[in-house]
Structures are given as structure tokens and as C-alpha cells.
């Protein structure tokens, strides 16, 4: 509950503050824009959804509030039932087919090419309105507001409780695992398919949610203005809008509030100073190629700078991780968790995997070794269901996952690390920990799984971690996800030999620990003797030797596989 205040009290107490004293203090043009940047907040958070959060290039949003402003304007010109609260929400959810429609291109394209579907939709909805009039234009029949709301005092108070709800709303929906895969998304969808993730049921809700909203906030302008007309929702409004949200961020309400401002209040400024009104697009245009360049919006910057100093004491005040106890390598218990039978892989000529055989025994760590170029990272990739054809045989816990998607064999327990991580570093290590066992961990447990890896406190933010705790962090994850085997590419990559043994000592204990069996690809051969209990080891797609470690490490065709790299180095 406390905490529950001190995120939100602020927040409510402004907006309370605001309906309190803006009506009474403002003169009547002021009230005016007041709520002008309201139903633009309102617009902007829709952008925070689909922009801010999912990280997706929609260039359409005011084509959705096209959407809820129409079906508003036409409740009104049939008299229908209910009332503007009614409508507003009816042109909310009116939007929502086509927002997903508008996302099923998303689900194969993204980037430029999406943000050109997008305008092409917007472009094509302002050719429509330009052709067709709003409803109740010709019959010059203005919406009708309830009759609390009538006085644009009042008005303004209705628009900021929506602002507020659908600000609540979105604070509850993040809080969910389709909220938080939006982060995922934003930042990396293999890491997200990896963990388990629908990208395509995320982006799509996405793109619902984003279009419930912005057909809301159309549906408000409506309300505002009395009847609307095509140039309201023009395509160069979308893009000024989006140029706004990209800038500010209006994921978090701050920069939804301050969007909204913007968007509402610059075209005033502009008039005010004798200046043309294409300078305000031009200026959010140009502002907004910076926070692309950087990829981080404004209130982002901020709230990432105040998470870092709040928890640059607590990294100092961390205590160091225990020395790891040097045990036996997992050599696992009875029968097989993972089997792999006859896989190949080809890219064009070259054969990456050429019928390979592999078992991660139950409870054990199994390394994956080769010379570079082996097919290493692409048998992990094949297994994961990451690469986009193989032929042979992956059965987990005796269920074959061959028909399913990366995603449903993170599900069915089978889960992967990149030899690249790609964390977002707006969340703290235990919102990260969440994301990936797709449920919010006990404290104790995420702070268990973090100190055995050697990782900082939970409420650390990624942002301040560097390059080999976030390695550790995403192994940490993979394991705290419980899966029945963790397929970890080449974790100690970066780290330092001793930091590297340290892993590797670490990751005999996990099968026991955390009941997660391992298939480990490394290159570091002291981490692979202290880890894993049997080795395969694939030289040009091949297996060449499999079986107990320290025998196969010293078997000729191994030897000769290496020869002059690895195991001269290291032995
Ligand atoms: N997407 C791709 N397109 C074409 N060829 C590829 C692709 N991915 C991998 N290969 C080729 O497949 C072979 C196996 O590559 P892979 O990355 O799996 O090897 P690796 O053992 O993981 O190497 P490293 O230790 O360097 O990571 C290599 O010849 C590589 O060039």
C-alpha cells in the first residue's frame, strides 16, 4: 500500500491539483488548450504503448483517433443511447480491429519498412476523410456532452479522469507478462521468442491497446471541439505526434503529460511569436532523429539517471558473491532429458550440421565444444527452433518439439542464452528475472539465484551493470526460469580466467541446486572441465567424440581438431 502511494500519490494529487485550480484559474481560451493537451496526452499514450514501450514504428495513430471521433460523431447524430461516456469507449474498441489488422503486417516486417505500412494506412485514411465528411457535419449537430460535463471548465475535468484511467490502466497492464514483453520486444524479439514470449501475441496486443486508446482520444477531441474535420487527424499530425512521443517518451505518464503539452501548446507558442507553424514539425522532427540516434527518449534519460544513483549505493554496499566451492562436474543421473537425433542444418551450399546425435543426460551439464565455425551456436539455434529448417529429431523430457515455435519450446522448458545479450537496461535485474521465468520471483528467491551467479542486488538497474555481470545476469535468468535444460552460448565470454572458472564451478552446482540440466558451448576449456561432466565435440558439423569429459578431451581426433588453439593453450 505504501509503496502504492509513493508511486502513485504524486501523480493523483497533481492531477487532482489541476481539475481543482486550472478551471478556476484560467481564462476560458486557456481552459481551451488545457484540454487540447489533455486529449493529446491521451493521444500520446497510446503512442506510449506501441512506440515507447513495444518499441513499433506506427505512423497511424491518428487514423485510429479518426476512428473513435467517427463512430463518436455518429452515436451522437443517431441520438443512440448511453452518452458520450459510452461512445468514447465504443470508438476505443471500434479502433481496435483495425489497430490489429494494421498489426499483422508488423508480424513479418518491422522497422522502416513497417513505419511505411503504417503511414501508408494513415495516408490512405486521410484520402477517405478528405472524400467523406464527419458524421452531423452537414446537419451541423455538435456532440452533446453529459450534463456534468457541459462547461469546458467541467470538460476538462473529463478529460484528465480518462487521462488518469487509461494512465492506471496501462500502469496495471505493465505490470503483466504481456506488458512487460513489450520491453522484451522493444529491445531484442529472438530474446523475447527465447523466453518464452508470443512475439506475435504481443505485438498485436500492442497494437490494440494503443489503437483502444488513441480511437479514446478521438473520441474526446470530438467532445472538445463539437465536430471534427479531416484535417484533425491528418497524416502530418501522426507524424508530429510520433516525432513528440519518440522524444519524450510516452510510455512513462510524465512524458505523456508533457507530449500532451507540447502537442496541444506549440502551435499557440508558434502563433504568438510570428512564426510559422511548419517550424513546430520541423523542430520535433529534428529532436527527434537525436533521441533516435541515442535510443533513448528524454524521460527515459531522466528516470534512468535517477534509478542509477538510487542504486549506485547499494552496488557499494553489495556483498562480494561467495567463492564458489569447486565440486565434481554434473555428470547427471539416469537417463536422457534432451535428444537430438540426425540433425542438419545447411545454409545454401555450406552444411552447418551434418546428422548430429546428442544427449544432455537428466541433471547434468553436457558441453557443446568445436573449433569456430563448428555449428556450435547453430545446433543451439536448431534445438530452440530458432533456425528456420533442420531435418532430424529434438525431444525434451520425451516430447518431440519439433512442429513448435521458439517460443513454445521456451514454454515446454527448453531455454537458450546469445552469444550477444540484449537486456533492456530500463529494468532493474529482477524485473529482467521476471520477465524471463515469465512470473514476478519471491525476493528471496531472485536474490538467491543473483548471489550465486555473483550478480548485484535485485533492484540494481541493468543500465549501470557491465558487460560480463549482464552475461551472468542472462544466464542467471535462464536458470531462475526453472526450464528443464538451458542451452548457454558461450556464457563466459568477456569474463576473466579466474572469473571464468569461478562460472564454471558455479554451473556444476546449478543441476542439483536449481534442477535445471545444462547444455554448455564454450570455448574456455578449464570452465568446461569444471563444469560439465560429458562433452560433445562437433568439428565442421560433425560429432567427432562425445563422452566423459577429461576422455574426451584427450582423444587424438580432438586433439587435432584443436590442435595449436584451445587445448595447447589451456592444458
Ligand atoms: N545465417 C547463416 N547463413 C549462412 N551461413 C551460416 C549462418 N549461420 C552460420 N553459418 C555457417 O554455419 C557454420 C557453423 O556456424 P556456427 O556459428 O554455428 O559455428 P560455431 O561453432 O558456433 O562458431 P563460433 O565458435 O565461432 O561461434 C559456419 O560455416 C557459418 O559460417
Request: glycine fraction near 12%; include cysteine.
Amino acid at each position: 500500500m505504501n509503496a502504492l502511494l509513493r508511486t502513485w500519490g504524486p501523480g493523483l494529487g497533481l492531477a487532482v491539483a489541476a481539475c481543482v485550480v486550472l478551471p478556476l484559474a484560467l481564462p476560458p481560451y486557456w481552459i481551451y488548450l488545457a484540454i487540447a493537451a489533455v486529449v493529446s496526452g491521451v493521444l500520446m499514450q497510446s503512442y506510449g504503448v506501441i512506440v515507447g514501450r513495444a518499441g513499433v514504428m506506427s505512423l497511424c495513430q491518428m487514423s485510429f483517433a479518426a476512428i473513435g471521433a467517427w463512430v463518436v460523431l455518429r452515436l451522437n447524430l443517431a441520438d443512440a443511447p448511453g452518452g458520450l461516456l459510452l461512445w468514447l469507449v465504443l470508438g476505443g474498441l471500434a479502433a481496435v480491429p483495425v489497430g490489429v489488422a494494421i498489426g499483422l503486417p508488423a508480424l513479418r516486417i518491422r522497422g522502416v519498412n513497417l513505419a511505411v505500412v503504417t503511414l501508408g494506412f494513415a495516408v490512405s485514411t486521410d484520402i477517405v476523410l478528405n472524400a467523406n465528411q464527419f458524421p452531423g457535419t452537414t446537419e451541423l449537430k455538435t456532440v452533446v456532452r453529459p450534463g456534468l460535463f457541459s462547461s469546458d471548465a467541467a470538460y476538462f475535468v473529463l478529460a484528465m479522469t480518462v487521462f488518469v484511467l487509461i494512465a492506471i490502466g496501462l500502469a496495471l497492464v505493465n505490470r503483466t507478462r504481456i506488458g512487460r514483453s513489450w520491453l522484451e520486444l522493444r529491445h531484442s524479439e529472438r530474446a523475447a521468442a527465447a523466453h518464452g514470449i508470443s512475439v506475435a501475441r504481443s505485438k498485436l496486443t500492442a497494437f490494440a491497446i494503443s489503437a483502444f486508446i488513441a480511437g479514446i482520444g478521438g473520441g474526446l477531441m470530438a467532445g472538445q471541439l463539437g465536430l471534427v474535420v479531416s484535417g484533425n487527424f491528418a497524416m502530418m499530425q501522426s507524424l508530429a505526434l510520433f516525432a513528440v512521443a519518440v522524444l519524450i517518451g510516452p510510455h512513462n505518464t510524465e512524458g505523456a503529460v508533457l507530449g500532451g503539452i507540447f502537442g496541444a501548446v506549440m502551435a499557440t507558442i508558434l502563433e504568438k511569436l510570428r512564426l510559422p507553424q511548419d517550424l513546430g514539425g520541423i523542430l520535433f522532427g529534428a529532436m527527434a532523429i537525436f533521441a533516435l540516434r541515442s535510443g533513448v527518449s528524454q524521460t527515459d534519460f531522466t528516470r534512468a539517471r535517477k534509478r542509477e544513483r538510487n542504486a549506485r549505493p547499494l552496488l557499494a554496499a553489495a556483498v562480494p558473491a561467495e567463492e564458489p566451492v569447486p565440486v565434481s562436474p554434473a555428470a547427471g543421473g539416469e537417463g536422457n532429458v534432451l535428444e537430438v537425433r540426425g540433425l542438419s542444418v545447411r545454409f545454401g551450399q555450406v552444411v552447418a550440421l551434418d546428422g548430429v546425435d546428442l544427449t544432455v543426460p537428466a541433471l547434468g551439464v553436457c558441453g557443446l565444444i568445436g573449433p569456430n565455425g563448428a555449428g556450435k551456436s547453430t545446433l543451439i539455434s536448431a534445438v530452440t527452433g530458432f533456425a528456420a529448417r533442420y531435418e532430424g529429431s529434438v525431444v525434451l523430457a520425451g516430447e518431440p518439439l519439433d512442429r513448435l515455435s521458439p517460443s513454445a519450446r521456451a514454454r515446454r522448458g527448453l531455454r537458450r542464452t546469445f552469444q550477444t545479450t540484449a537486456i533492456a537496461s530500463e529494468l532493474t535485474q529482477e524485473e529482467y528475472l521476471a520477465i524471463v521465468a515469465g512470473r514476478r520471483l519471491p525476493r528471496e528467491e531472485s536474490e538467491e539465484v543473483l548471489r550465486f551467479f555473483g550478480c548485484p542486488p535485485g533492484e540494481v538497474p541493468v543500465s549501470i551493470l557491465d558487460a560480463g555481470t549482464r552475461r551472468l545476469l542472462d544466464v542467471a535468468a535462464a536458470v531462475a526460469a526453472r526450464p528443464k535444460v538451458a542451452l548457454l552460448d558461450e556464457p563466459a565470454a568477456g569474463q576473466s580466467a579466474a572469473e571464468s572458472l569461478r562460472l564454471g564451478r558455479r554451473l556444476a552446482q546449478v543441476p542439483a541446486r536449481f534442477g535445471v540440466s545444462i547444455l554448455l558451448v564454450e570455448h574456455d576449456m578449464d570452465l568446461v572441465r569444471a563444469a560439465c561432466g560429458q562433452v560433445t565435440v562437433l568439428d565442421f558439423g560433425h560429432v567427432i567424440a562425445s563422452g566423459p569429459t577429461l576422455d574426451v578431451l584427450d582423444a587424438p581426433a580432438v586433439r587435432a581438431a584443436y590442435l595449436g588453439t584451445v587445448l595447447e593453450e589451456t592444458s
